[in-house]
């Protein structure tokens, strides 16, 4: 008993002394382990594995110049964002200091930055919707919970945007130099898409993707 009472002890003064902890911040991200075989399984991203992928590459050395071939397996991250505000240009990927992770890690990590919440959801723009159940949509109560939200999220830029960390399998090793070219972020694509509703009317919306490829072999 006595133990225990220590025990809670504790654990009461950790939560009284030390400051929480929030998920999904620089500090804490969310934390993927890259499902590979069902890549619909790693929400709030799409991760497809590619093979394949034909890449050339220049080399430039004090004795020869050339172009070699290489064929990568290439993984295709992608998430959706919301046309309105551009939130796509909020969406950024990056490669983690590695020195800040065990080193069974090196090479197997990549971390996404998303808004926290879509812009769609802004209330200003998602109260003016129709839906269903309209009454849910228009309800004052509503309306001022989610204002609220709004206010306290522009008001602390750690509320602002949602960090992940995905973790790929232990079998494989990144190489970001593929399509980037050294540099540590890897390049964002935008993908505009128009939908056709059943009435015929336009739907306009983005996803974002970026491409990174495992350590390629040449022909």
């Known amino acids: 008993d006595s133990e225990r009472n220590v025990t809670g002890l504790l654990l009461w003064a950790a939560f ?3 400051p929480p902890r929030y998920q999904g911040t620089k500090e804490d991200p969310i934390v993927i382990q890259v499902d590979t075989e069902r890549p619909e399984n790693n929400g709030p991203f799409d991760i497809q594995m590619v093979t394949g992928v034909e890449r050339q590459h220049f080399h430039d050395s004090n004795v020869v110049k050339s172009t070699a071939t290489y064929d990568y397996t290439m993984f295709h991250i992608r998430a959706s964002a919301e ?13 983690p200091d590695p ?5 069974k890690y090196l090479g197997r990590l ?9 812009s769609i959801f802004d209330p200003s723009v998602y109260h003016k919707g129709y839906g269903n159940d309209s009454g849910s949509v228009n309800c004052s109560a509503t309306r001022k919970a989610h204002n609220c939200t709004k206010y306290a999220i522009e008001a602390a830029d750690w509320r602002k945007n949602k960090y992940y960390l995905l973790v ?4 494989m090793r990144l190489n970001n130099n593929a399509f980037c070219h050294g540099d540590q972020l ?3 694509h935008l993908s505009m898409i128009t939908l056709i509703a059943n009435d015929e009317t336009n739907m306009r919306t983005n996803a974002v993707y970026w491409k990174i490829a495992t350590v390629g072999t040449q022909r």
């Open 186 to 188: 890897p390049r964002r």
């Open 99 to 103: 020195h800040l992770y065990e080193r």
């Open 83 to 95: 046309a309105y505000k551009s939130d796509h240009e909020h969406c950024r990927a990056f490669i």
């Open 168 to 171: 790929f399998p232990d079998n």
């Open 110 to 118: 990549v971390g996404v930055i998303l808004p926290s919440v879509p």
């Open 16 to 18: 009284k002394i030390l």
